[in-house]
C-alpha cells in the first residue's frame, strides 16, 4: 500500500443488503452486510487520507469522498461498543 493514499472501491447491490469492498492496484475484496462494516473496514485499511468511491448495483460512481485512518484507541473503543451492543441483543 502506497504511503500516498489509497482508492478504495465499495460496491453495493440493488436492496443495499451487500457491500463488495476493494481497494484499486491490490488484489484483496471483501464482502459486508452492512455499510457500516465496509466503512470500518475501510478505516482499517487506510494509512493516510485516501479516496473512497461508492458504486451502484450498475457500476455507476454515486459517490466520491475519503476515508481516514481511524486512531487506534478508537478503534478498540468501536468494537467494544459493538460487543456490548450484541450481547443486550
Known amino acids: 500500500m502506497s504511503?500516498?493514499?489509497s482508492c478504495f472501491r465499495l460496491h453495493c447491490d440493488a436492496v443495499n443488503?451487500?457491500?463488495?469492498?476493494?481497494e484499486i492496484g491490490e488484489v484483496w475484496r471483501e464482502e459486508f452486510d452492512s455499510f457500516d462494516d465496509?466503512?470500518?473496514?475501510?478505516?482499517?485499511r487506510a494509512i493516510c487520507k485516501?479516496?473512497?468511491l461508492i458504486?451502484?448495483?450498475r457500476g455507476q460512481i454515486i459517490l466520491e469522498s475519503t476515508v481516514s485512518?481511524?486512531?487506534p484507541g478508537l478503534t478498540y473503543a468501536r468494537?467494544?461498543?459493538?460487543k456490548?451492543?450484541?450481547l443486550a441483543d
Open 38 to 44: 465496509a466503512y470500518a473496514q475501510a478505516e482499517a
Open 55 to 57: 458504486f451502484n448495483e
Open 79 to 82: 468494537e467494544h461498543w459493538r
Open 17 to 22: 443488503s451487500k457491500f463488495i469492498l476493494s
Open 69 to 71: 485512518p481511524l486512531e
Open 50 to 52: 485516501s479516496v473512497l
Open 3 to 5: 504511503r500516498t493514499g
Open 84 to 86: 456490548t451492543a450484541a
